[in-house]
């Protein structure tokens, strides 16, 4: 008797398939991460209806409950895989939450037609120089770890590439702003500040007011030296993140087998 043997496909898999989903996923503190989401987010609505705080303290007082939470499943994080993807965890989260904070400003500017000084996103006192020039930094250092740690890719190295531009530029535009204050303050002008400089790239920025690029094929490049501020970090970050993201999936899919994610 001839015996059939019916095969059936494999299963897609989700988080094998990608799994960053899998690094990402909150796991046995998934209820803490929808309780505390839930919790901030009624509690942010309340307080802005009852015109008690203003949105962006909303904002910052749902990413403090939810804060908690991120402790233990990185805590986890370091404890299953170590400190190299703990920190790409931590990056990944902040990175797309800062996505989120850009897209936010994006649409206020140009789905919504608000004005540039309008179109802060949900967290307006974060957009300064001094929070850019920090925050820029910090991801070009985890960047560095990261590589110390063996996430070594052509991704990853394209990565610490424009996450060091990002950093100069801020340092640049952080520079001008202090210079600035100074002469305002000099002069006698304490109600005006200097924040939304522009950097090195983008409209009236270095490259489009330098004796050595003005008029050059450097500023044909379309947006390099007319996009306006909002549009220019924006796309820092989108180019950042999706670097982030594809560096880390394959180093991730490299490691399956011998960190088994779970």
């Not at 909303?58 to 990413?63: D, I, K, S, V």
Request: with cysteine; hydrophobic share 55%; proline share 3%.
């Amino acid at each position: 008797m001839t015996h059939t043997t019916l095969s059936t496909a494999p299963r897609f898999n989700l988080q094998e398939s990608f799994p960053l989903i899998r690094l990402l996923h909150p796991k046995q503190y998934a209820w803490a991460v929808g309780l505390s989401l839930a919790v901030g987010l009624t509690v942010s609505w309340i307080i802005v209806a009852a015109g008690i705080a203003p949105l962006w303290a909303a904002t910052a007082l749902t990413l403090v409950i939810l804060l908690p939470a991120g402790f233990f499943k990185w805590r986890d994080d370091y404890r299953r895989y170590g400190r190299t993807l703990m920190l790409l965890s931590i990056l990944l989260t902040a990175q797309g939450l800062h996505t989120i904070e850009h897209l936010i400003q994006w649409t206020q500017y140009h789905i919504l037609y608000w004005t540039m000084r309008q179109s802060n996103g949900l967290l307006s006192p974060a957009n300064a120089e001094w929070v850019h020039f920090v925050w820029n930094w910090l991801v070009l250092i985890v960047v560095l770890l990261l590589l110390s740690g063996g996430i070594r890719n052509v991704w990853m190295w394209l990565l610490l590439v424009v996450a060091a531009f990002h950093a100069v530029e801020h340092t640049y535009t952080f520079i001008r702003y202090q210079l600035i204050l100074r002469e305002l303050t000099a002069m006698d002008i304490l109600n005006v500040t200097a924040q939304g400089l522009p950097g090195i790239v983008g409209r009236d920025g270095w490259l489009a007011r330098s004796e050595w690029t003005r008029g050059t094929w450097i500023c044909s490049i379309p947006g390099l030296t007319t996009a306006v501020r909002l549009d220019v970090h924006f796309w820092w970050n989108a180019i950042e993140m999706t670097l982030l993201g594809i560096a880390g999936h394959i180093a991730l899919r490299r490691r399956m087998q011998s960190l088994q994610l779970d």
